[in-house]
């Protein structure tokens, strides 16, 4: 595995687990939408369907996985864009974690892709 696709691969995981904690916490604690929660944490359901594919690297999963992301990217510019406060902060750390999650994911597609034509 080159040392770019184990860094990509790393940074996909990292930045996927801190947006299911990130989503977690941000609905069930630190600015819910109601007080004491909201359902909206159910948003975090779809991101757990990916994970342990990502985290045993499989292309696939990858593939869908960087599809999927962009919901997370469009509700985190939208939220920062109306929300106020805290919430607010919390989208542009979503839409950063969104972010850095497709951005190693494409990373890692790619440096398998080549590694592959190689063998």
């Known amino acids: 595995m080159s040392n770019l696709k184990t860094v990509s691969h790393w940074l996909s995981i990292a930045s996927l687990i801190a947006l299911i904690l990130l989503c977690l916490a941000w ?3 630190l600015a ?3 007080p004491g929660g909201s359902w909206l944490v159910l948003k975090v359901l779809p991101l757990l369907a990916p994970l342990f594919g990502i985290l045993r690297g499989r292309l696939y999963t990858y593939k869908w996985a960087s599809l999927l992301i962009w919901l997370y990217f469009t509700e985190a510019t939208v939220r920062a864009w109306s929300d106020a406060g805290l919430s607010a902060q919390l989208a542009l750390v979503e839409l950063l974690l969104s972010l850095l999650f497709l951005v ?3 990373l890692f597609i790619r440096t ?3 590694e592959h034509r190689k063998n």
């Open 27 to 29: 609905e069930l604690w």
């Open 32 to 34: 819910p939408l109601r």
């Open 104 to 106: 190693s994911a494409v």
């Open 112 to 114: 398998s892709r080549a």
